[in-house]
């Protein structure tokens, strides 16, 4: 029961303050000084501050401009199509990779021109340019 009364008379207080919110007077003097009181001075032209409704500050972002947007489509345009002609090249370069991958792994005779000259790769050699090629393809194409 005593909570009770304690609930009932803390929301009257709490009530009652907001609902008797003082005046808030502005104005500004013959300096140029803006002053603000709950009390307004004699003779000065006030202005009458609401302080139970919040107050927005004027906005500082800049106006968007109308062509910024076409500006950005543009830019966003020229994107896309370097990265779709980066994609194709990527793609273009592993498919040549799994090419030579594929004649390495089942060509056991692959042969190399030097100097205007073919030589045949030892199996060794082939090896290595079977885990190279495989590198290359993880690097690079997954």
Not at 50 to 63: C, E, R, Y
Not at 71 to 90: C, G, L, N, P
Not at 96 to 121: D, H, K, S
Request: with cysteine.
């Amino acid at each position: 029961m005593r909570w009770m009364i304690l609930a009932t008379a803390l929301t009257l207080a709490v009530g009652t303050a907001t609902g008797q919110a003082a005046q808030i007077y502005k104005w500004v003097d013959a300096q140029g000084v803006t002053h603000f009181d709950a009390q307004p001075p004699a003779g000065q032209s006030v202005q009458e501050i609401d302080i139970q409704k919040p107050v927005t500050p004027p906005s500082t972002a800049p106006a968007a401009r109308p062509d910024a947007d076409q500006e950005q489509q543009a830019i966003d345009t020229k994107v896309k199509k370097q990265v779709a002609a980066d994609a194709a090249k990527r793609k273009a370069y592993c498919d040549r990779q799994r090419t030579n991958l594929a004649q390495l792994q089942n060509n056991p005779r692959v042969r190399e021109e030097v100097n205007g000259e073919y030589r045949r790769f030892t199996e060794e050699e082939r090896q290595a340019r079977i885990a190279e090629v495989k590198r290359s393809i993880d690097d690079t194409c997954n």
